[in-house]
């Protein structure tokens, strides 16, 4: 009765200066789907990282067993070797070849050393028919949707005799009909005798086809849930997922909340790369003078892709919607545009879009504004020098001179670059993305002065954060995004994790400001102790304040 | 290297003193950034020794700069190419459409040489636009555009030409590429090194007083803002060994006619273009596009018009060279600029550019081509064959910039 397939003990992973796994534990039972939920960074990935051999044996404390063996797997080959196969949420197929050719990848189908294309085809369609696709082997997988894509990857996995399917986000790129369809899949092959373990964002498909769930939390296993034998709810895994203790402090700020400076009005995008995928729909959004703005919500919730093609339209295509600053429609085409118009935006990937690493602090610093550097086109070098210098006291840029180069700075000190960066650019609007991401938690507190800074110098700030605590702590609203809509947006003496989780995972809820309300009427016991830590932020504020400005 | 801030500060400035352990890195990297000009310190040195002081006479040091004036000219287009991660295979048929377009019109048609010139570099901008439109605002790899100019413009070139050389080309032309400054001030004895122009010594000591002085500028106004100089004493070490190479080159040339014309042209080349490098807005942003051009998207940087436009000057530069090369041999011919690019492209590595891009100086392009040309000329003085000349000015490309991978990966593994 006890069949337990696989047991992780004591599981911990250290990168420097990061813990991101302490202590977890995973058991998980023979024929089950198994759900693992958590925040952005609570160590979904990396634990199935560690699982199926990309971190490889050593590299982390703890115990593996699997079908009743220790196991210490040196490579990702090694773990399949066992059944255990993991399909990540960014594919890996190769587009332009065959379906047949990419499930035999690695494993391909041999007779005296050249391929066997009619056994590859066969197996292929064979394995293809298990998965319901109803594709051609030979077709390409580069004209398959994303959810055939999904299934190829399926059959992949299973043409390697698959025991254990661990599924990274599975449905997070899928539209309703693909997810179901999936679903039913997972369904199918348990009742074949496949585990399954699914990582997810989208509770209501965990609770559709989960019979267990694992919530994990700061690196940490904070409890197993199983639905045979206990009451499940959704807001039970929300209150598992958000409810942490304390550990990030904020600095104290009272805002100066001044008249309205961006409106952005019905904003729609599109992917470049899946036709006809909406990921920001008839998004609203208003950002004010002084005030800090959060941005919530789950992985592909459309958050960085909202900003950017605000941001001169840099991803995107066939955005529509209205800017409008300070009172007045505006046209932005390109980024300068945009940078002339007063909004600036720092990445959330620092070191692929943010800076160029093997350039020096202050020509890092003087990027986004070089022409204010420049008399009769000739940027004058002492200026920038002087500047760059201002900014590495201000920010407490830690690096010998303004003339080290970016790429050996740590990630604090390079995100000090960047925000360095846009305060000499000196946006009315600034969109932060992820400011603290990767950062340790001194830095942390150093950008969270910062931000209030800005604030106080009259700017709207909008921060984008997976952090929940991050941004309850530093905003004076957040609003909620999921699946490309705006779901709601909060006040800071009404936002509580549970609720702003709520609205992050809450899917096809057409009127935001309707759900918003909905949400308030109904506040759970928990939400009202929560609801103290933000209060108290704002009381003993205003002294602290004027030495800040 | 965590920062734990205090509770109620905003932040303390702690400025890291000189001493951090900063004195081997910079050292290390003074090593990579002057290596050039030491290994063409040496390599001058070699030659001039193998050749019994043949490669330094006055009349080969006026050689030496006349003959490989026109690939430094293009090695200076080409370093800004190269900078934003873009390469130029078509330098060379460039050159030669140029050249042969500013021949129809000299020649044949018998315009006037300021006009004919003028049309020249207009043509040369033309097709510096037409390749800059592919790459930059089509999203062509460079390498393809340049691959298909290369075979376009010489095919230009020989319905142009007539398959035929044309020439001769007007005095004026020709003393641009081979003619000398006139004297002004008479000659002057210097000794036993024999007479020499007065008005070209005047001139070097005149440009080494103003490096020098521009220099000291530079050292005094940096450390009223409390950078980082490097000492008085290596200070006026390299300025001495900076005098003491231009007052050589200039008393050579001093002694042998006078200035070369083209020696004028090159001088404002490179002072000019190493000023757009490291002082424009538009140099600048060369450089942010070749370090991280997603960034520099994301700064605001007009990525597509700085790419056009870096490939219509090189258009423009390429159509000098094919003036100055023409002019030379007086005729254009339908073979002229024959693998000039990847001479250029071998200066703007050997220089110190970076294959990824985002790295590189004008200065540095055109150590790189003298490089090339002294290794050509002392050879050739050694009586190697042409083949040999090859062999080792590739090995010498792939040293140089194997060299520069290779202290790059260790300056990232030392960390």
């Known amino acids: 009765m006890d069949d337990v397939i696989l047991k992780m003990a004591g599981i911990t992973k250290t990168f420097p200066g990061v813990k991101a796994l302490q202590d977890v534990n995973l058991e998980v039972r023979r ?359 201002g900014y590495r006291a201000e920010m407490n840029i830690k690096a010998p001179a303004v003339t080290a180069v970016t790429g050996k700075l740590s990630g604090g000190n390079q995100q000090k670059v960047v925000l360095s960066k846009w305060m000499f650019a000196d946006p009315d609007v600034l969109i932060l993305d992820e400011p603290t991401r990767g950062i340790d938690v001194g830095a942390k507190f150093e950008i969270y002065t910062i931000v209030n800074r800005l604030a106080d110098a009259g700017k709207a700030v909008l921060v984008i954060s997976s952090e929940l605590p991050e941004l309850l702590g530093i905003c004076d609203r957040v609003y909620a995004m999921s699946a490309g809509r705006i779901t709601g947006v909060l006040d800071r003496d009404q936002a509580t994790p549970e609720r702003l989780m709520t609205l992050m995972t809450t899917e096809s809820l057409l009127e935001a400001d309707v759900t918003a309300e909905e949400i308030l009427t109904t506040p759970e016991p928990t939400a009202e102790s929560e609801q103290e830590a933000p209060r108290e932020l704002e009381t003993a504020a205003p002294f602290e304040q004027v030495e800040d400005q | 290297m965590s920062s734990i801030a205090p509770p109620s500060e905003t932040g303390v400035a702690t400025p890291a003193g000189p001493g951090a352990g900063s004195a081997r890195p910079r050292f290390e990297i003074n090593l990579r950034a002057s290596g050039i000009y030491l290994a063409f310190a040496a390599i001058v040195v070699l030659f001039d020794i193998l050749t019994h002081g043949l490669l330094l006479t006055p009349e080969n040091v006026s050689n030496l700069i006349v003959q490989n004036s026109y690939i430094l000219v293009l090695a200076i287009g080409m370093i800004l190419v190269i900078i934003a991660g873009h390469i130029d295979l078509s330098a060379g048929s460039v050159v030669a459409v140029t050249g042969a377009i500013s021949a129809v019109l000299m020649v044949n048609h018998h315009m006037a040489w300021p006009l004919a010139l003028l049309i020249t570099l207009i043509a040369g901008a033309a097709i510096g636009a037409w390749q800059g439109y592919w790459v930059a605002y089509f999203g062509l790899p460079a390498f393809i555009v340049t691959l298909a100019g290369m075979l376009v413009f010489r095919a230009l070139t020989m319905t142009v030409l007539g398959n035929q050389g044309i020439g001769p080309f007007p005095n004026q032309v020709r003393t641009l590429s081979t003619g000398f400054l006139g004297s002004v001030l008479g000659n002057v004895g210097l000794g036993s090194l024999g007479g020499a122009d007065l008005f070209t010594l005047v001139i070097g000591v005149v440009a080494v007083l103003a490096g020098v002085a521009s220099q000291w500028r530079a050292r005094t106004a940096k450390q009223r803002y409390g950078q980082q100089v490097e000492s008085v004493g290596l200070f006026v070490g390299k300025m001495a060994l900076m005098a003491l190479v231009v007052l050589g080159v200039v008393v050579q040339l001093a002694r042998y006619k006078n200035l070369p014309w083209v020696l004028v042209l090159l001088t404002v080349l490179v002072l000019g273009y190493s000023l757009v490098a490291s002082r424009t807005v538009f140099g600048r942003h060369v450089y942010a596009i070749g370090g991280n051009s997603q960034a520099a998207v994301l700064s605001g940087v007009k990525v597509k018009k700085v790419t056009f436009w870096i490939f219509v000057n090189m258009g423009v530069l390429a159509a000098i060279a094919g003036v100055v090369f023409a002019g030379r041999l007086n005729q254009a011919g339908p073979t002229a600029g024959t693998n000039f690019e990847l001479d250029a492209i071998a200066a703007a590595f050997i220089g110190g550019a970076a294959v990824t891009g985002g790295v590189g100086k004008v200065v540095g392009a055109i150590t790189g081509g003298l490089i090339m040309g002294v290794i050509n000329n002392g050879m050739s003085l050694l009586g190697a064959p042409s083949e040999r000349v090859m062999l080792v000015k590739g090995l010498i490309l792939l040293a140089a910039v194997a060299f520069d991978v290779w202290a790059k990966r260790r300056a990232g593994t030392a960390r």
């Open chain 1, 31 to 389: 024929g089950q789907i198994h759900a693992i939920c958590g925040e952005n960074g609570a160590g979904k990935s990396t634990l199935m990282k560690v699982l199926s051999g990309v971190y490889p044996h050593g590299g982390y404390d703890g115990e593996i067993t699997f079908d009743g063996q220790v196991c210490a797997f040196s490579d990702i080959r090694d773990s399949e070797s066992r059944g255990i196969v993991i399909i990540h949420q960014e594919l890996a197929l190769s587009p332009y070849l065959s379906i047949a050719e990419n499930i035999f990848l690695g494993n391909e189908r041999v007779r005296r050393g050249l391929i066997d294309w009619h056994r590859t085809n066969a197996e292929a369609a064979e394995l293809l028919a298990r998965v319901g696709l109803k594709e051609n082997p030979t077709a390409r997988v580069s004209d398959l949707g994303v959810g055939k894509q999904q299934l190829v990857e399926i059959a992949k996995a299973l043409s390697k005799k698959v025991r254990l399917l661990i599924l990274d986000e599975p449905t997070a790129a899928l539209n309703d009909a693909d997810s179901e369809h999936l679903l039913d899949l997972l369904r199918g092959l348990r009742s074949e005798g496949v585990t399954c373990v699914i990582i997810s964002h989208k509770l209501n498909e965990i609770e559709a086809v989960s019979d267990a769930v694992t919530i994990l939390r700061d690196g940490r296993t904070i409890q197993t849930l199983d639905f045979h034998t206990q009451e499940v709810t959704q807001d039970r895994i929300i209150t598992g997922m958000v409810g942490r203790d304390l550990e990030h402090r904020y600095p104290e700020h009272t805002p100066a909340i001044g008249e309205e400076v961006l409106r952005i009005e019905d904003w729609t995008v599109f992917s470049p790369t899946q036709r006809g995928r909406k990921v920001v729909d008839g998004a609203n959004l208003t950002l004010r003078r002084g005030e800090i703005t959060g941005l919530a919500g789950l992985m592909g919730a459309g958050r960085t892709e909202l900003a950017m093609s605000v941001f001169g339209r840099s991803y995107g295509v066939d955005i529509s919607g209205r800017l409008v600053k300070d009172g007045k429609e505006i046209r932005v085409r390109s980024v300068d545009d945009a940078i002339a118009h007063g909004i600036g935006y720092a990445t959330e990937d620092r070191k692929r879009y943010g800076l160029n690493l093997i350039d020096d602090i202050k020509r890092n610093i003087s990027a986004a504004a070089l022409p204010k550097l420049a008399r009769a086109g000739l940027v004058d070098p002492r200026e920038e020098y002087k500047v760059a210098e």
